[in-house]
Nanobody, 118 residues
């Protein structure tokens, strides 16, 4: 497995922005697909965004046009830029690694809390 550490969560007002970071261990980060997921209290974990090793991206419907996923392979880091945040975005955000590039995420970070106040 690869070790993943998220950072950048916090408290922000509605309409504000945050950037989450997820740093991966190891030397083969550039070969992985990476994803962001979130889980709100009492709800299931939902897909937020993914980025393939090619750089192609996908987004959940609720975040399209507001969130942007990117990666810096030289820094072993994937980012999630979140703009126009809404109270409904409040959740614990997790990054995950798809080492086989088949959308099966087999390594997960510990999560970072994002709270959006109205």
């Amino acid at each position: 497995q690869v070790q993943l550490v998220e950072s950048g969560g916090g408290l922000v007002q509605a309409g504000g922005s945050l950037r989450l970071s997820c740093r991966a261990s190891g030397r083969t980060f550039s070969r992985y697909g990476m994803g962001w997921f979130r889980q709100a209290p009492g709800k299931e974990r939902d897909f937020v965004a993914s980025i393939a090793r090619s750089g192609s991206t996908n987004y959940g419907d609720s975040v399209k046009g507001r969130f942007t996923i990117s990666r810096d392979n030289a820094k072993n880091t994937v980012y999630l830029q979140m703009n126009y945040l809404e109270p409904e975005d409040t959740a614990v955000y997790y990054c995950a690694a798809d080492r086989n590039n088949d959308y099966n995420y087999d390594s997960w970070g510990q999560g970072t809390q994002v709270t959006v106040s109205s």
